[in-house]
């Protein structure tokens, strides 16, 4: 066998390296609009804003309003309403999805279970993460104020809450471990399925149905 030096193998390792990186597009999901700015969040990071020109981690924003956001992503154009992903990087196996109807408001909720406990969320791109009142939270026996405390406002005024981790949340087939979460003292009548869960989504709208696609 032949044998292989440090600067063969460190060779190697970066050509297989720059042939990753070479096929992988980033990942983008729009969670605001604006006219010539979008806030979009980049690889499942945190939402940041964009103007019109500007480019972030190989994604630069060609043009917005308040209805669209037209991206270039890798030398190619894609253009995503509010609430929409593109999933970046090479092909892969099927993922797993589910498709929501949207209510007469134009809402829509999800069926599903937080660490085990069947709960409904209505979908929220504009929560940062998956939401509950702390009698949810009391009700599926989680030790919410062990976590780190904090003051959010809400349409009652601000209100204690607490971040936690939600060790399993599940949305039809699709189940995710260790998601983000806030419980809310009280003001919150209903979950909200934040972005803690949508950002790890392709999410497709095609008028009253939006399916969520798992990425990772």
């Given amino acids: 066998m032949m044998a292989l030096g440090k600067k063969s193998i ?7 390296w720059l042939a990753c990186t070479a096929t992988w597009a980033a990942s983008v999901s ?6 010539d700015k979008a806030i979009v969040s980049i690889d499942g990071g945190r ?5 019109a020109g500007q480019t972030v981690q190989g994604v630069k924003l060609l043009a917005a309003d308040s209805d669209s956001a037209s991206f270039d992503v890798d030398g190619k154009r894609r253009t995503l309403h509010m609430g929409q992903s593109f999933a970046g990087g090479p092909a ?3 993922h797993q999805s589910v ?3 949207a209510d007469a408001r134009g809402h829509f909720s999800a069926a599903g279970s937080l ?5 409904s969320f209505l979908v929220d791109t504009g929560a940062t993460s998956i939401a509950i009142n702390a009698a ?3 009700r599926i026996g989680l030790d919410y104020k062990s976590g780190e405390a904090i003051g959010v406002g809400t349409a009652a005024g601000r209100v204690p809450a607490w971040r936690v981790k939600f060790n399993t949340v599940k949305v039809g087939s699709i189940t995710l471990n260790h998601v983000d979460g806030l419980v809310v003292e009280s003001g919150l009548n209903v979950p909200l399925l934040g ?3 949508l950002n790890r989504m392709e999410m497709k709208r095609d008028g009253q149905t939006m399916t969520l696609i798992q990425r990772y």
């Fill in 47 to 51: 939402p940041r804003t964009l103007s």
């Fill in 10 to 16: 460190g060779t190697i390792l970066a050509a297989g």
């Fill in 92 to 94: 892969a196996a099927a």
């Fill in 195 to 197: 972005m803690s869960f």
């Fill in 136 to 138: 949810e939270a009391r």
């Fill in 99 to 101: 498709s929501l109807t």
């Fill in 115 to 119: 660490n085990g406990y069947p709960m």
């Fill in 30 to 35: 729009v969670v605001g609009l604006f006219k």
